[in-house]
């Protein structure tokens, strides 16, 4: 009875957390870049302002400028200005929003998106290619913050937006995007000038202390710090947050599970009692030492993934295609010594008990799947072990046995003698390269002793009669297509290279899944046709304020 009260309690937190979360998650909603209202389709505007956040004043003014940009052909500049945008991250809208309208000249690539999401305090800066080199990353993050961001601190939309294009107007007319800063102060005379100088520390160059007016007043001019440009570029290095690759990234997703297959294997499924179950192939044999699988894949995906953050929020940095591809190889560098470590260890202690041979076996599995990640991760310390694996194998295989019977030497039998000592399946064996075969023979007591090695890249399989590595998959046929709405299906015809038991074992084939090219067709057409800009795409470039 004591405990009532308190899972009571329990049980009203829950419902009132459910219910906040609910609440939550109906005010966030998402919106999709196609929701954003196109001036271009409404007057043939440049201002998208579909929550009245500026005025309508301001709305006519900026479109005045901007037409007065585009007609120049120095910039097709787009102002979208929105009270939310749901969960969406904005920096990836704004990419998104800029390609969807295709702003700026298709030809000159000469487009520029200036987003603000109000909820979300960002402001946005999102260039195409052609405006890199006239308005880098830093110049952008250099107009929102000394003409737009104070502004709209204050909530005067108007002033930021109407300074800001003043900015980036004055950029492309004067080549200065301070235009509340351009010179224009008349030549002095140097008959006039004041005899008094500043020498500016650590420079030979020195600067007027005083410059007189020409109705006789002296106006003081201060030396201009040259650490403002520094601090400015420490600001926005320090508050830009770098690209990354998703093409990359994705590569890298389906590249790691097939690495980690190939490298590692997985544990077979098989079922001995059911003689319908598909036979296991040689090479389907995985390595009992390590098998990370999805474990091992979490890993690398959880440090790539961190590194790769670290990088664009700490560091400042895009990570390109090369830079992700960089990282992930390093992280499976790493991670395959690492790998090889415990894989010595394990080894160390599973094949304490074993003899020779069946160490070979065991161990051959695992210089199969690990070769090629030898050529892929070479250095420094996988080809190493490689080597010595390889060299292990050897020895294992090739040094002398003693004989079981009187203790000698045996010598073993080269390919030509050894047949002699051979069962018929296991010269078919040889001859299909499935198994090889080493007899050692004492000449002391002639007691003959035949070991197995396996090819372990073999296709072929155990035949379920005369359990001989001749079994082998003849005939693939399809009884049944697949479709989209129903499975198929087909039969495997495997048959033994010695004995010639045959037997056939049913596959099943995979629904295949509805295509989206049609629906992908369409939204893609509409895009291109309701496009009404230049046709330009983005390059990546801008800048992001928050405030």
């Not at 939309?157 to 294009?165: S, V």
């Not at 590595?469 to 989209?484: D, E, G, I, Q």
Request: aromatic fraction near 10%.
């Amino acid at each position: 009875m004591k405990y009532q009260p308190l899972l009571l309690k329990c049980l009203l937190l829950a419902l009132l957390i459910g219910f906040l979360a609910s609440c939550d998650q109906s005010k966030k909603q998402k919106f999709s870049v196609e929701d954003v209202p196109d001036p271009k389709k409404s007057g043939g505007g440049y201002v998208s302002n579909p929550d009245q956040l500026i005025s309508a004043a301001a709305v006519n003014e900026l479109n005045e400028k901007l037409s007065t940009l585009d007609n120049a052909g120095k910039a097709q500049v787009a102002v979208v200005i929105l009270h939310s945008i749901g969960d969406n991250e904005t920096r990836d809208f704004a990419h998104k929003l800029f390609n969807y309208w295709k702003i700026g000249d298709k030809e000159k690539n000469n487009g520029l998106l200036i987003l603000m999401v109000e909820d979300a305090r960002k402001l946005e800066f999102e260039t195409g290619y052609g405006l890199e080199a006239d308005m880098p990353d830093i110049i952008c993050f250099r107009i929102q913050q000394e003409y737009m961001i104070p502004r709209i601190k204050e909530h005067n939309y108007d002033a930021a937006f109407t300074d800001g294009i003043k900015s980036v107007a004055s950029l492309f007319d004067n080549g200065n995007y301070a235009y509340n800063m351009l010179p224009d102060l008349p030549r002095a005379d140097s008959s006039l000038m004041a005899a008094d100088t500043i020498v500016i520390a650590g420079d030979e160059a020195t600067m007027p202390a005083t410059v007189p007016a020409t109705d006789g007043d002296v106006i003081d001019v201060a030396p201009q710090s040259f650490a403002s440009t520094d601090q400015a570029t420490n600001s926005a290095s320090n508050d830009y947050t770098g690209d990354f690759s998703f093409t990359a990234i994705i590569f890298w997703l389906f590249a790691s599970a097939a690495m980690m297959h190939v490298f590692f294997g997985k544990k077979a499924k098989r079922r001995d009692d059911d003689p319908d179950a598909e036979p296991l192939a040689i090479t389907a044999v995985p390595n009992e030492f390590l098998r990370p699988r999805w474990i091992g894949l979490i890993i690398i995906h959880a440090i790539a993934f961190y590194t790769i953050f670290y990088i664009a929020t700490k560091r400042h940095t895009d990570v390109g295609f090369l830079k992700v591809f960089l990282v992930y190889y390093l992280v499976w560098l790493v991670f395959m010594h690492a790998a090889v470590l415990l894989i010595m260890l394990r080894s160390a202690v599973m094949l304490r008990n074993d003899d020779r041979h069946l160490k070979w076996l065991r161990l051959e599995v695992l210089r199969r799947d690990l070769r090629i990640a030898g050529y892929v991760f070479p250095l420094p310390y996988l080809w190493l072990y490689m080597m010595w694996l390889k060299s292990r194998l050897n020895h294992l295989r090739n040094d002398v046995y003693d004989c079981p019977q009187c203790t000698h030497a045996m010598h073993k039998l080269d390919e030509a003698d050894d047949n002699t000592y051979l069962e018929k399946g296991q010269v078919v064996e040889e001859e299909l390269d499935s198994v090889d075969y080493d007899v050692w023979r004492c000449d002391t007591c002639n007691t003959q002793t035949v070991l197995n090695y396996t090819n372990m890249r073999s296709a072929l399989a155990d035949c379920p009669s005369c359990k001989h590595k001749t079994y082998k998959c003849k005939k693939t046929v399809t009884k049944k297509r697949a479709t989209t709405s129903s499975e198929g299906w087909g039969i495997k015809e495997y048959a033994c290279a010695f004995c010639a038991y045959a037997h056939d074992y049913q596959f099943v084939i995979p629904k295949i899944s509805k295509s989206s090219s049609s629906s992908s067709s369409g939204s893609s057409s509409s895009s291109s046709s309701s496009s009404s800009w230049g046709g330009g795409s983005s390059g990546g470039g801008g800048a992001s304020s928050s405030w």
